[in-house]
């Protein structure tokens, strides 16, 4: 079940809309598949880091939280709190492959492609805060050792880079589809997700562990 999850995260956090999504295909489109990968991947490598600096760098938090319910309140309220800013959220100017900020590099250096995806990627905070946020709150809640976090994320990256794989083959019919209106409906779409699973969350907080047990021997 927790891998089942972790693959539906990877593919959820692969349609987020940012600088990022935009790049992926404005890549393909002007230079082609192989090098969209070689941008996807670097991209990819720069999660990878954050996960590892938000693991090991929450190591002593996550051993005192581990199955304190405040975990799952906090964690659930700071989803629900996103949700509804993203369905908020206006779309912004950066949010078009017309974007001018979105620079393609001339040359065709795989190199050059590959630190140009891990650097877009690293030089947005709030990518560090998200799998940080992601490391405090759900790493303790799995019960899993070492290896089975390594397997967790391992899990969403393969499906976030897979769902990627898929947009970059498509980015002809999701240029047509990326329409003002049509980015608004996938962020407010985004966002009820995100709100829903921090309601989820925080009644898993808030309903104690003995009532969900009871009601869960009852159901069969």
Same mark, same amino acid.
């Given at each position: 079940?927790?891998?089942?999850?972790?693959?539906?995260?990877?593919?959820?956090?692969?349609?987020?809309?940012?600088?990022?999504?935009?790049?992926?295909?404005?890549?393909? @489109?002007?230079?082609?598949?192989?090098?969209? &990968?070689? %941008?996807? $991947? /670097?991209? *990819?490598?720069?999660? =990878?880091?954050?996960?590892?600096?938000?693991?090991?760098?929450?190591?002593?938090?996550?051993?005192?939280?581990?199955?304190?319910?405040?975990?799952?309140?906090?964690?659930?309220?700071?989803?629900?709190?996103?949700?509804?800013?993203?369905?908020?959220?206006?779309?912004?100017?950066?949010?078009?492959?017309?974007?001018?900020?979105?620079?393609?590099?001339?040359?065709?250096?795989?190199?050059?492609?590959?630190?140009?995806?891990?650097? @877009?990627?690293?030089?947005?905070?709030?990518? &560090?805060? %998200?799998? $940080? /946020?992601? *490391?405090?709150?759900? =790493?303790?809640?799995?019960?899993?050792?070492?290896?089975?976090?390594?397997?967790?994320?391992?899990?969403?990256?393969?499906?976030?880079?897979?769902?990627?794989?898929?947009?970059?083959?498509?980015?002809?019919?999701?240029?047509?589809?990326?329409?003002?209106?049509?980015?608004?409906?996938?962020?407010?779409?985004?966002?009820?997700?995100?709100?829903?699973?921090?309601?989820?969350?925080?009644?898993?907080?808030?309903?104690?562990?003995?009532?969900?047990?009871?009601?869960?021997?009852?159901?069969?």
């Amino acid at each position: 079940m927790e891998l089942k999850n972790a693959a539906l995260l990877g593919i959820f956090l692969s349609f987020m809309i940012g600088p990022v999504f935009f790049m992926l295909i404005k890549t393909s @489109l002007l230079k082609g598949a192989k090098v969209a &990968l070689v %941008f996807n $991947l /670097g991209v *990819v490598l720069g999660d =990878v880091l954050f996960i590892v600096i938000s693991y090991h760098g929450s190591r002593p938090v996550l051993n005192r939280l581990k199955d304190n319910p405040i975990l799952f309140v906090l964690g659930g309220i700071i989803l629900m709190i996103y949700g509804l800013v993203t369905i908020k959220s206006r779309v912004k100017q950066q949010e078009s492959l017309d974007n001018p900020s979105l620079q393609i590099p001339q040359k065709t250096n795989y190199l050059q492609w590959l630190v140009h995806g891990f650097f @877009l990627n690293c030089i947005n905070i709030g990518v &560090l805060a %998200f799998w $940080l /946020g992601l *490391v405090v709150v759900v =790493v303790p809640g799995l019960a899993l050792d070492s290896c089975g976090v390594f397997l967790y994320f391992t899990t969403i990256i393969c499906a976030y880079f897979g769902t990627d794989v898929l947009k970059i083959l498509l980015a002809k019919q999701l240029r047509n589809q990326l329409t003002p209106k049509n980015i608004v409906r996938i962020k407010k779409t985004m966002g009820w997700l995100l709100f829903v699973f921090g309601l989820i969350m925080l009644m898993k907080g808030l309903v104690p562990k003995e009532h969900l047990d009871l009601n869960l021997l009852l159901s069969h």
